[in-house]
């Protein structure tokens, strides 16, 4: 038997959502990853691309990612149920993609890996600086002991099992908790941070920095005149302006943070109104225009101004190559901290990605386990991932699978750190991936999923689906490519890093097959459900 | 997967007999469940051949189509695990995983294999513009109170509590006037306006929603004479019990938290929004 195939949304006797748009939006800005330049950019863009523009490349990057909200809000209008880039992937190019891209490389690698560096830099950039400035300035040793404990193997894993186990206790409540966390809690407190970062900075100088600096230099490493010591170790060189590196980085930031306001993707169908293209499009666009404008704009512009491109140029390098030793990491967070003494103002300031963290993490969990539900609904995963809880009522089978594999991978990186950069490497490589197939999946899908497509509203803009699904290509591409021939961004993946990547895909591939062979014994034709029939 | 809602291809009486043998199947395993929406009132309509006529050639869903969609069932929260059993287990009923999965604590949608309509089952509370509750099993238990079906009053109240009513569930409304008188109690073939108007008390919201919808019946009815739809004689039963309906929310006595919220009106969002699954 089979059923017509036609829209994939449902008419009929109507569900109350708990989420909104307007949750999207601010949902958006969390996996978008607040005060970017906190977690990624400094030092390690600062390094890499000298004379670089902050501005215009954050700028270049919202530009950019115009494309992937117009090809995610797209996605969403025709095909509005959990599942996300799974489910463009599968139902747009091949089963066998969605589950490799998003399955295997994303959820079992790259997220859950991902998510534990992001929790890692929330404790090391946000917690671990606060305690030991407040230590600092309080002349208080205790907390400057507890913020080195907390960088520290044993402290920040305990601080992220802390996270996990509260971050899968809000999801198994159900997403409105992870909403209203969200609203009432992160967003006010980005806003309070983003305002005083801003304010601190550029209520500074560079010769005010300068006095700060020494100030604290002297009580964390026991250095005096240490500004001096740091700037003449690139010979005090403020960079000249550079466009090839201010495209770069627009790429960049792009691909790496404004892009992802889309990743409510694979919860669309929990959120009121993410069947409508100009309401999603516009939840993006905020999201992007808020973390650019206002999470990632003043904090870096004011950096430039209150501590002076030549110490920048110069903490960079300290940074990235160790020149001159120092006792502390000379991050984005710690340096804005020095900026005063009042430790309720450091709090005021850190507190936005201290607590950034935790709830990307509530989210990575959030997508990670309706990624696992859908290929659960296929049949290519254990039908448990998508039993309802008698208790809950939520996936929770998919939530404690996935904090599961994020303390696994808490574990392997926590107490291993001289491997860290091994895992970053492999990380940052998986990264581009589910956009990548995201992005094929709509260059195609006029062609290779016709009767979703036309039966849907966006089938009136010509082209769109598959202009922006190009440009989204574009950037990906380059961002691969940039990783091998670009000698400024040359980040080589090392021989371990690939076996790793590859042993996912073939694990992939393998249980794939393996498992659609088991569902045919049982009578269930997974080929079938990426047609749209429902399985007999 | 989607699951297309079209207009239900079977007859409507083989669509009623089928639901009535899962409320049966259900009720062998002592598990309640109930029928709701326009096809319960098709059901407690079941010996009158007028009420029956009408509903099915007033054009529900349009002139010349079939008059029902799906299935609306209701049950237990408490036996949500013996629900899902009988469903799938008993009654080979095809859920729609994604929705379950995610909507679960409210809401279970299934598929009927064989005759190829859409079950949705809600649990001991409606939540659509506003909020209808049937009590916990076994203490207020008003799904006990009528079999296959719902309440006449429960029925009632499951059409004006829609914020944006459209011409099918006036229908209904106005066929389930015209076949059941009104009663200040509760009595198997009356609707008890009564509870009605006490639940209405408490609510202003939605009280505002139903006396808009009674307005809209009233207009509605009115049209359907003029086109010779209905008979005088008919819209008269149905306008008289209205009224009695009407006067009987209008004499209930409101709670404090009623008048308050009065006070605020139309201001503020009064109902909730409804979207598509």
Redesign the interface.
């Known amino acids: 038997m089979s059923e017509p195939h036609g829209t994939f949304a449902r008419k009929t006797s109507g569900v109350v959502r708990d989420v909104s748009l307007r949750d999207a939006f601010i949902f958006g800005i969390t996996l978008a990853i607040p005060f970017a330049a906190n977690f990624f950019l400094f030092p390690l863009y600062s390094f890499l691309l000298p004379g670089a523009d902050w501005t215009i490349a954050t700028v270049i990057g919202l530009c950019l990612s115009l494309a992937n909200y117009a090809l995610y809000a797209s996605f969403g209008a025709m095909m509005p149920r959990s599942g996300g880039d799974y489910v463009f992937q599968s139902r747009g190019v091949h089963p066998l993609l969605s589950f490799l891209s998003v399955i295997s490389w994303d959820v079992f690698l790259q997220a859950p890996l991902f998510v534990t560096i992001l929790v890692a830099s929330s404790v090391q950039l946000g917690i671990s600086p606060f305690l030991t400035m407040a230590g600092a300035a309080s002349g208080n040793q205790a907390l400057i002991n507890a913020g080195n404990w907390a960088a520290g193997s044993t402290g920040e894993f305990t601080l992220a099992a802390l996270f996990l186990i509260l971050a899968l206790a809000a999801n198994i409540g159900g997403l409105k908790w992870v909403a209203r966390s969200q609203k009432y809690i992160l967003f006010p407190l980005m806003i309070i941070s983003g305002i005083v970062i801003a304010a601190l900075l550029f209520s500074t100088t560079p010769s005010g920095f300068e006095t700060s600096f020494n100030h604290y230099a002297q009580i964390l490493n026991g250095t005096s005149g240490s500004y001096a010591t740091l700037i003449s170790a690139t010979g005090a060189v403020a960079p000249a302006f550079d466009w090839l590196h201010t495209i770069y980085l627009g790429i960049i930031i792009g691909t790496s943070f404004t892009f992802w306001t889309v990743w409510t993707a694979p919860f669309f169908g929990e959120i009121k109104g993410a069947n409508n293209f100009r309401g999603l499009f516009i939840a993006f666009v905020a999201g992007g225009a808020f973390q650019a404008f206002f999470l990632m704009i003043p904090e870096l512009a004011g950096f430039q101004y209150g501590l002076g491109s030549q110490f920048v140029n110069g903490a960079a390098f300290q940074g990235v190559v160790g020149i001159p030793s120092l006792a502390f990491h000379p991050g984005f967070g710690i340096l804005t901290l020095m900026t005063t003494d009042n430790i309720a103002v450091m709090f005021l300031a850190s507190v936005g990605y201290m607590v950034a963290g935790y709830f990307m993490l509530q989210l990575f969990l959030t997508n990670m386990s309706r990624y696992l539900l859908a290929g659960s609904i296929d049949g290519v995963l254990p039908l448990a991932l998508s039993s309802p809880s008698r208790r809950f009522k939520t996936p929770v089978n998919a939530l404690v699978l996935s904090a599961l594999v994020c303390a696994i991978y808490f574990a392997l990186v926590y107490f291993q750190p001289d491997q860290f950069s091994f895992w970053e490497s492999v990380a940052v490589w998986t990264g581009p991936v589910l956009f990548f197939g995201t992005s094929i999946a709509g260059i195609v899908f006029p062609w290779t999923n016709k009767s979703i497509y036309n039966s849907s509203p966006i089938s009136k803009y010509k082209g769109l689906l598959t202009i922006s699904g190009l440009i989204v290509l574009a950037c990906n591409l380059f961002v691969i490519i940039g990783f091998i021939a670009i000698p400024e961004l040359l980040f080589p993946l090392g021989t371990n890093a690939t076996l790793i990547i590859i042993a996912f895909a073939l694990v992939g591939w393998a249980w794939y097959f393996a498992f659609a062979h088991y569902q045919k014994g049982k009578g269930i034709d997974v080929g079938l459900t990426y047609k749209e029939i429902p399985p007999e | ?6 207009p239900v291809n079977i007859p409507p009486e083989q669509l009623l007999a089928e639901s009535i043998e899962i409320v049966k199947a259900a009720e062998a395993k002592d598990v309640t469940l109930r029928i709701m ?1 326009g096809l319960a009132i098709y059901a407690h309509s079941s010996e009158n051949e007028e009420c029956k006529r009408l509903q099915l050639t007033l054009g529900r869903l349009g002139d010349g189509k079939p008059p029902f ?2 299935l ?1 069932l209701i049950g237990y929260d408490k036996q ?2 013996q629900i899902r059993d009988v469903l799938e287990k008993g009654c080979n009923l ?1 859920p729609d ?2 929705v ?8 279970l949608v299934y ?1 009927h ?1 064989r005759s ?1 309509f ?1 079950i ?1 089952v809600f649990f001991e509370t409606l ?2 513009s506003h909020i209808i509750r049937f009590g916990e099993f076994p203490g207020h238990a008003r799904l006990k109170l009528d079999s296959p079906t719902l309440t006449l009053a429960d029925m009632a109240l499951e059409k004006l509590q829609i914020h944006d009513i459209n011409k099918k569930d006036l229908i209904d409304l106005i066929v389930l006037f015209l076949g059941h008188d009104v009663s200040q109690e509760t009595q198997p073939n009356a609707v008890d306006v009564k509870y009605i108007a006490h639940v209405l008390s408490d609510d202003w919201g939605f009280w505002y929603d139903a006396i808009n919808n009674l307005t809209h019946l009233k207009t509605l009815g009115a049209k359907f004479v003029e086109e010779g739809k209905l008979t005088p004689d008919q819209w008269t039963t149905v306008s008289g019990r209205v009224e009695a309906l009407k006067g009987a929310i209008e004499a209930e006595p409101k709670t404090p938290d009623w008048k308050l919220r009065a006070e605020v009106g139309t201001s503020k969002p009064w109902y ?6």
């Open positions: 997967m989607s699951i297309e809602r079209s929406g969609t799906d609306d949500w695990k095809r995983r994604m379950n999965a995610i909507f679960g604590d409210r809401r598929f294999p190829r859409p949705d939540e659509f909730r929004e409804v979207t598509d699954l």
